[in-house]
């Protein structure tokens, strides 16, 4: 889709759901459950550059008023697929 705002609300929500299925993180927010993760099983640091990049995005496109597409579209997905592979390379917490 060429729709902006439904790729970055696509993807952040991607990302939350791996997290909650993989991670058991149980937070509302993508930066706020990586950041609760990685404190619990310590994320590689370019994966969570990677999960902070698509939340501003995301946050750039929703919240700002006269920003109504991703600033670098090719840059994004490829910052989204860099860290959905990340999280899901990432061995599983025994808990």
Known sequence: SDNDYELVIHCTKQLERILRVKFAANFSGLVPM???VDKRCPLPPELM???RYVAFARN???HEYKRTKVKDREKFIVR???AEQGLRKVRQPKW
């Open 80 to 82: 989204y697929e860099a």
């Open 60 to 62: 750039e496109v929703l």
């Open 34 to 36: 990586a950041n609760r």
């Open 49 to 51: 550059a990677d999960i």
